[in-house]
């Protein structure tokens, strides 16, 4: 073999290896799928919500005085309209009751 014949075939196995590079299929790995958006928010969106809890009453001596106990429980309920993603507009109404003197 001479070094002329040696480059012809180094020539013809580069171009081999180019086009069968160029013909194969991407892995699996290496395929892209789609981007899912996700779907639209409407415009206003609406909740309710339940709410319990206990309140401890500054005026303590007089609360004392009447219920026995400056603290209690409480329970509300409510609802939020969110408008957008930046604006809420939010309404509850709780209610605490104790029997006292």
């Keep these: 073999m001479t070094v002329r014949h040696l480059g012809r075939r180094a020539r013809i196995a580069a171009l081999a290896c180019v086009a069968l590079t160029m013909l194969s299929s991407p892995a699996i790995g290496q395929t892209r799928t789609p981007v899912r958006r996700p779907a639209a928010e409407p415009a206003v969106r609406v909740r309710a919500f339940v709410e319990g809890g ?10 004392d005085a009447v219920l026995g106990s400056h603290t209690g429980v409480l329970f509300g309920a409510g609802a939020e309209a969110l408008v957008g993603r930046n604006l809420f507009v939010s309404f509850g109404v709780s209610r605490f009751q104790k029997d006292g003197e």
């Design 54 to 63: 206990a309140r401890t009453f500054t005026a303590s001596k007089s609360f």
